[in-house]
Each structure stands twice: as C-alpha cells, then as structure tokens.
Nanobody
Framework: QLQLVESGGGLVQPGGSLRLSCAAS????????IGWFRQAPGKEREGVSC????????DYADSVKGRFTISRDNAKNTVYLQMNSLKPEDAGVYYCAANLEEYCSGYIPYEYGYWGQGTQVTVSS
C-alpha cells in the first residue's frame, strides 16, 4: 500500500528553521514527482515546492524562493523540505504529495493522487 508520512513540523520563532521529511512506503520515490503543499486556517491549499522524478529538477513558489530547499534521499526513500528564515506567514499544515508525472508542472492538488496526513508548522515568537 502506497503511503506518505510527513514529520518534522513544530513551533519555531520567526527567522528560525525546520526540516520536514516525507517518507514513502509501498513505492519508490524516485519514480514519483513529489510536491510540498501547505494550508493555513481559512486559506486554500497552496503549492510550495516540487521535485521531479525524471531528473531531480526543482521548483519553488515565489514566496519561498531562496529560503526553502527541497531534496531527495533515494537510499532513505525520503524527500525533505529545508525551511530557513521562517516567517509567520509560512505557518500551516504542510503536506507532501506524489504523482507519476516526470516533471513538476504546477501545484494543482487533484493532479497529485497520493497525500500524506500533514505536519503542523507554527511560526511564532
């Protein structure tokens, strides 16, 4: 059974860092394009970053460029999201999701067929 499990969320002060993990079971992550999404209370789910299955190319939302880094550890079958210089507006539930496309092609949630349960990120002093 294909599963994604996020971890690494928590409470951090503005300017701080967190590293989120997305561990896969039931399939090999290198064959999937993985996206990170987040959802704040009362807001729509938005795409944050993506790493493609074909060549490991990455994409970032403008709001996180230069602060977030997505990476993949094939040996651990895990995708990471390193988040630095966190801002209060980065807070929300972060989800990783997978599709079988070769390249990142946007952040339309229904195009991702597999989702984790989410991990909460709180940015507050």
């Amino acid at each position: 059974q294909l599963q994604l499990v996020e971890s690494g969320g928590g409470l951090v002060q503005p300017g701080g860092s967190l590293r989120l993990s997305c561990a896969a079971s039931g399939f090999t992550l290198i064959y999937a394009t993985i996206g990170w999404f987040r959802q704040a209370p009362g807001k729509e789910r938005e795409g944050v970053s993506c790493i493609s299955s074909s060549d490991g190319s990455t994409d970032y939302a403008d709001s996180v460029k230069g602060r977030f880094t997505i990476s993949r550890d094939n040996a651990k079958n895990t995708v990471y999201l390193q988040m630095n210089s966190l801002k209060p507006e980065d807070a929300g539930v972060y989800y990783c999701a997978a599709n079988l496309e070769e390249y990142c092609s946007g952040y339309i949630p229904y195009e991702y067929g597999y989702w984790g349960q989410g991990t909460q990120v709180t940015v507050s002093s």
